[in-house]
C-alpha cells in the first residue's frame, strides 16, 4: 500500500517556524521526485517546492525562496520542508506528493501519489 504521511504542522505566530515531515511507504522512494503544496480555504492548491529523485536538486515557488528549506533523507524514506519567518497569508493545509523525475534533475510533471495532509495556521 502506497502511504505518504506528512506531519510537523501546527499553530505558530508571525515569524516563527515549522519544520514538516513527509514519511513515505510502498513505493521505491529513490526513484521519486516529491513535492509540497498547500491549500488555503476557498483558494487554489499552490505549488511551493520539490526535490528531484536524482541529485536532490531543490525548487522553489519565489515567496519561500530564502525561507524555506526542503531536503530529502532516503534511507528514512523521509522529506522535510523547513519553514522560516512564516506568515499569516501561509495559512493552509500541507501536502506532499511524489511523482516519477525518471532519473533527471527536475521536479516531477505529474503526481501519482498524494498524502492526506498537515495544518499550518500562522497567527498575526
Known amino acids: 500500500e502506497v502511504r505518504l504521511v506528512e506531519s510537523g504542522g501546527g499553530l505558530v505566530q508571525a515569524g516563527g517556524s515549522l519544520r514538516l515531515s513527509c514519511a513515505a511507504s510502498g513505493f521505491t522512494f529513490v526513484d521519486y521526485g516529491i513535492g509540497w503544496f498547500r491549500q488555503a480555504p476557498g483558494k487554489e492548491r499552490e505549488w511551493i517546492s520539490c526535490i528531484s529523485s536524482t541529485n536532490g536538486r531543490t525548487y522553489y515557488v519565489d515567496s519561500a525562496k530564502g525561507r524555506f528549506t526542503i531536503s530529502r533523507d532516503n534511507a528514512k524514506n523521509t522529506v522535510f520542508l523547513q519553514m522560516n519567518s512564516l506568515k499569516p497569508d501561509e495559512t493552509a493545509g500541507y501536502y506532499c506528493?511524489?511523482?516519477?523525475?525518471?532519473?533527471?534533475?527536475?521536479?516531477?510533471?505529474?503526481?501519482?501519489?498524494w498524502g492526506q495532509g498537515t495544518q499550518v495556521t500562522v497567527s498575526a
Open positions: 506528493a511524489a511523482g516519477r523525475t525518471w532519473y533527471t534533475s527536475n521536479c516531477p510533471g505529474g503526481y501519482d501519489y
